[in-house]
């Protein structure tokens, strides 16, 4: 299907959004949906480095739909810079590190033209709740001219530190995310006949407390044998997300027969939430979207209140719980100051407060990036990064540990590979005495 025909007295444009994983994908989705609405040619494209999309994750994201001309194309990170140059607008959903890479080659790229041009309005955001790297992820973040902003708490924080550094911050808008309305739904009520628990990758951590979870939501389902209890992944086997699940729930269920009303179930949460009284979770963004459509919440509080498992930003939420509380249908409500953060100070949908933005630096033909990119803060420490970051991407011991480095640096690469694989294989009964034979012999 062709884009939309341009509006009246608009210029036609082009933008050019670039995601590296599904859930970035999904960030794009709406901000996508928006600008073709205004007559806006997009392309959507993703990088050709560590990035990892299924045809599956590619279609739930909303891309790649019969009947419409919106595939996802892959490119050289030279090309994407080359891309971006020749565009009106870039939408970057891509992780911190990459977007302050981006802006910084797309500086470049302008500095380098003979003709001096505005260049495009860059964008960036975050696609879900920010649970580590507040401070550093503003940072790389802050050489776009609109820094999408989800919460009134985030923007609160990204103005202190910008104000502290010197960085301008008049790129910063508060939108929210893309996919939630400014409006959450008043909370539903009746019995609870459908659990959801909205797997995380990475959150818990580490077996035993994946095991733990699992557990407890069987026995939920044990115990209201009346309820179906829904646990969803956060992949399917074998795809991939920007953090990789080490410990998928198949191999860590408990043991024996599952009582009939528990299942695995992979399809998208979105979908889900139209029929779940109930969604469980530690710290996923899922929690918020279940708010914006008055679905109940509990966020696990089993394993602690803990900076790994990310529910440290929610304790003002009103809505950490135990299992057993859950059990017992002892739920919370969401706090007003919780949907005041995410939801408030604001009356448009995300996708159209970014378009706005982005259309109001095409016709004045601002980019407040450029005042961001003079500050001493981005011109020293931002490029000083970048540099060291490529210098240790070019190393030829970049895909070693930091020990199998250090001993090739000392004896050598055949001698420090073979001490280096010595102090993996071996018990300590051998390799500490071979040591001190091997420091009395130096001396």
């Known amino acids: 299907m062709a884009p939309p025909d341009p509006v009246p007295g608009r210029t036609p444009c082009t933008a050019l959004l670039v995601a590296a994983f599904d859930s970035q994908l999904k960030w ?23 990035s990892a999309l299924s045809d599956r994750q590619v279609r739930d994201a909303g891309f790649d739909r019969p009947g419409r001309a919106d595939r996802v194309d892959r490119l050289p990170w030279d090309d994407l810079v080359t891309a971006c140059l020749s565009s009106d607008v870039v939408v970057s959903a891509l992780a911190g590190p990459s977007t302050r890479r981006l802006s910084l080659d797309v500086a470049d790229g302008l500095a380098a033209l003979a003709d001096p041009v505005a260049g495009p309005v860059l964008v960036s955001g975050w696609v879900g709740i920010i649970i580590e790297k507040i401070t550093a992820g503003y940072l790389d973040r802050s050489g776009t001219d609109v820094v999408a902003v989800n919460s009134t708490a985030d923007l609160a924080h990204f103005r202190r530190t910008g104000s502290t550094l010197g960085v301008p911050t008049d790129n910063l808008v508060l939108t929210g995310l893309p996919f939630l309305s400014s409006e959450p739904r008043p909370p539903r009520t009746g019995p609870v ?49 920007f953090h990789r699940m080490a410990h998928a729930p198949e191999g860590l ?172 294989l071996l018990p300590p009964a051998v390799v500490i005495p071979a040591r001190r034979l091997a420091a009395s012999r130096r001396r």
Not at 28 to 50: F, H, K, M, N, Y
Request: contains cysteine; neutral net charge; hydrophobic residues 40%.
């Open 28 to 50: 794009c989705a709406g901000i996508r949906d928006e600008l073709e609405a205004r007559g806006v040619s997009t392309r959507v494209v993703v990088p050709d480095t560590r």
């Open 253 to 424: 269920l408990p043991p024996g027969d599952l009582p009939t009303n528990f299942r695995i179930d992979h399809t998208p949460v979105p979908e889900l939430l139209d029929r779940v009284d109930l969604l469980v979770t530690m710290s996923s963004t899922a929690c918020l979207e279940a708010v914006d459509r008055g679905v109940r919440v509990a966020l696990m509080l089993d394993l602690g209140v803990h900076e790994r498992h990310g529910n440290h930003v929610f304790l003002d939420s009103g809505l950490l719980r135990t299992f057993d509380q859950v059990d017992a249908d002892d739920l919370g409500t969401p706090s007003a100051s919780f949907v005041h953060s995410w939801f408030g100070d604001r009356h448009l949908p995300a996708p159209v407060v970014i378009v706005d933005r982005v259309e109001e630096l095409l016709a004045s033909g601002r980019r407040p990036s450029r005042g961001v990119w003079s500050s001493t803060y981005f011109t020293g420490a931002a490029r000083h990064v970048a540099d060291l970051e490529t210098a240790e991407a070019t190393t030829p011991l970049r895909r070693v540990s930091r020990a199998w480095a250090r001993r090739v640096e000392v004896h050598g690469r055949l001698r420090g590979t073979a001490a280096h694989g010595a102090a993996l």
């Open 193 to 241: 006949t459908t659990v959801l628990y909205a797997d995380q990758p990475t959150v818990p951590a580490t077996a035993p407390e994946r095991a733990y979870v699992y557990r407890r939501l069987v026995e939920h389902a044990r115990r209201h044998p009346e309820r179906q209890v829904l646990l969803k992944p956060r992949h399917r086997p074998g795809e991939d997300t």
